[in-house]
Structure formats: C-alpha cells, structure tokens
C-alpha cells in the first residue's frame, strides 16, 4: 500500500505545483496529504510511512481509548534528510529537519532549520479576516472648491461636531511571496456620517427641495446623519517584515448605498432638554461612490497598525432636486 501511495505521489507531484492526495482507509476513514510542490513531494518519498502508519494508529487508538475524539489535537513525527540533494535549500550544516503533523486537518509539513528556532511552514495564510475600525470628522467641499468648505451659510458645519464612525468586515490577500509588500483590501463595511450644523439651522425637506431654516429656539446641537453600507477595495504597499515597524500605504475606492437618514436638534424648553427626531430622505442621493487613501506604520503586513486615512465622495451629497449647492462629502480621521 506505501509502495502506491509514493507511486501516487510521484504522479501528482509532476502534474501540480499544489496538489491534494486523499487515502481511504474502511468506510469513512480517509488521511489528507498535502503537497505544495516538487521539493516536498520528493522530500515525503524518501519518509519511513509505515513507521508514520503505525505511530498515526497507535495514537488513535489511544485518543479513541480517551475518549479524545472531538479534540484538535496533532502528533509530530521527526524526521531528518541529508541535504546534499540539488533541491535542498542552504543552510549551516548538514541536516534539515521536517516534522509531519497529524491532526484533525490531515497531515502537513513543516519544515524548520537546525540553526534557526523560527518555524517555516510550507503553507502559509494569504488571506486574513479583519474588523477595522475609523474614527474620523465630516465636511464637504462646495461646487468642487478643494478646501474650500461652505461658511457664513445656513448648512456650514460645527468642524469638531461633524463626526464619522464605520466599521467592516474585511479580507486582506497578500500578491506575491512571503516578502510581497502588494496587498488587496475587500470586504463589507457600515458608515455613518453625522453632519453637524454650526447655527440654530437644521434641514427641512419642502416641496421645492431641501433648506436650512433658524429654529425657533436656540439649539444645542442640530444634525443630519446618514448611515451607508459601503464595499470598499484598496490596495496596500506594506513594508513591515519580520516585527519591524514600517510604513503602511493604501489607495483605493467605495461605493456604497444609504440605507437611512434623519435630523436630530436638541433644544431647552421650560428648563427641560427636548429631542426632536425626524426620519426621511432629505433629498439626499441613494448611493455614494469615492477614493479613499491611508498612510500609516505597523509591525504586520495583515495588521491594520495605526492609520490615517481620507474619503472623498466624488458624487454630490444631495441630488439635483435639493437645489442646493454641489456638496461632495469628505472624512478624514484614524482607521485602528
């Protein structure tokens, strides 16, 4: 049966450079090998497999005997190769260690220097899931003014009360090898962008589009928040290598869809604080599209670090039917 089993492998070795190979064992019992490419499938050929047999069915049948069925646990069994084969990579000395690892997942390799205490796996995640999370302030530029953001007008905004919060979850895949700095960002992500006006303003949503009229009491606070759900894409430069804090860069773009709006005005009346809450669309446009850019240091390549990052919406915030102003959203603060 091993006589098979490394006639199988040798075949899957030289169709593949990745390849899976499943043994059945009774009805339901099956072992997983994975082969990454040619140097491991050359390297397991030369193994002693009945030893790894039987030591694999000594120790189920003591786990059974346990009743360690359901635990994750994994057996290593040691081996060494001379190295003096042409595929052998360099290293002081003349022997390599593999160890294959037994578990619930099946048997893999591991590989790891005699001189180095770090591990090298032969199977690395490319892929990793992450919920990011910005904390930042609103504005918006008026009819394509960069920097220049409406005042001395009924929607001029409260700069340090304009805040913006989003979270997501989000997929990071590393392009390239191990080293690569080129990283993708995809994912799902929630946003609220609060609006807070610096009068007595607050929106009213007429027949004839959207205004900004003085409440008839002083206000403690008025603002127009919208909530999206965003599916932002970015692509990340990411230097950090090896726990060394480095430079962290990121560009991309959004687009997402409003999923609700209302204005909030809290007032005092008789010595008592009122709040007055209004739910609607305010004319404000459905689906929002824009570029996003990040910079910042950390220590992982799939860590977030600490970031600053920017939004700019490149639609208008309000449709045509507002007639407002064109007003195109922007954020900026810290992305954890």
Known sequence: MMGSFMSIISNTSAQSQADTVLIDFGDSSKVTVYIQNQKDAKAIRNLDWNLIMERTANYLEEAHQNNDENQENEIIINTEENTQEEDSFEIEGNTKKRSIIIGTNGIRIKRRDNDDNNDKYTFRKRTRHQIPIDFGLNNYFQDGNFGETPTGTPHELRSWGSRYFAFGSMF?????????????????EVSWNNFMFSGDNYALETSNGVSFPEYENNLDKSKLTAAYINLPLMVHLDFAENNKRSLKLAFGGYAGYRVGSYTKIV??????????????NFRLNDWRYGVRAEIGVGEDKFDSGLRLFFNYDLNTLFTDSSNLPKLNAFSFGVRL
């Open 172 to 188: 990071k895949t590393q392009i390239g090898g191990k080293k690569s700095p080129l990283l993708i960002q995809y994912g799902l």
């Open 267 to 280: 007032y005092q009346e008789n010595g008592d604080r009122q709040k007055d809450k209004e739910h609607s």
